[in-house]
């Protein structure tokens, strides 16, 4: 009796050890799919991200214009003081210095609003553009089973090294409805034709 006991337990363990064993087995990763879009050529025929610089820029414009002003009224202050600065009294003559010296602070506080303002004025500008972008890409990416989709433009191209991967640009400039022009296709390493 003993002796069956022995090979039913056996047996039973036989059978399912392998299962077992193969349930707590990691499952087989799926292959990762890579794919690379240059971001750079695809910016450069986009009409929303061109409009978007062109805003950006005009409003720059605007600040020089601003800066400029104050810059003058600076330099017209510095003209009178030096001019009448041996004529003038202590009192007129430290007055004079306080409001240049103001005037100094002022327009350095100005440039750093201004650059911090450009700044977000213009990632204000941009963010629908890389909003577009991205959604245009994701589903690229999705529709032909691509895990990750890289930057391979030159100023941002942060892989060093890959194996050939496919090139989504042609497909997602047409889903973001650029017509086909001459300097769409980018040039294999990121640089367009």
């Known amino acids: 009796m003993k002796k069956y006991l022995l ?7 036989l059978v399912t050890v392998p299962r ?18 240059d971001l750079d050529s695809l910016l450069e025929i986009m009409p929303a991200f061109k409009a978007a610089s062109d805003s950006a820029a005009m409003y720059y414009k605007e600040l020089e214009k601003q800066l400029y002003v ?19 009294s202590p009192l007129i003559k430290a007055l004079k210095e306080k409001e240049i ?10 440039q750093q609003m201004a650059q911090e303002s ?9 963010a629908p553009v890389f909003k577009s972008i991205q959604k245009a890409v994701k589903d690229v ?11 391979s433009s030159q100023s941002a191209s942060v892989v060093l090294y890959a194996a050939d991967s496919a090139d989504i640009f042609t497909a997602v400039r047409q889903k973001l409805g650029i017509p086909e022009g001459p300097k769409t296709t980018p040039a294999p390493g ?4």
Do not use: C, W
């Open 7 to 13: 090979i039913a337990v056996t047996a039973l363990f």
């Open 20 to 37: 077992v064993a193969k349930a707590q087995a990691p499952a087989k990763a799926a292959p990762t799919a890579v794919a690379h879009l």
């Open 70 to 88: 104050m810059t003058m009224e600076y330099e017209k202050k510095m003209a009178e003081y030096d001019s009448l600065g041996k004529s003038m």
């Open 101 to 110: 010296t103001d005037i100094q602070q002022n327009i350095q506080a100005f």
């Open 118 to 126: 450009f700044t977000n004025r213009r990632a204000e500008l941009l």
């Open 141 to 151: 990416a999705i529709a032909k089973g691509y895990t990750y989709v890289v930057d």
């Open 190 to 193: 990121g640089t367009p034709k």
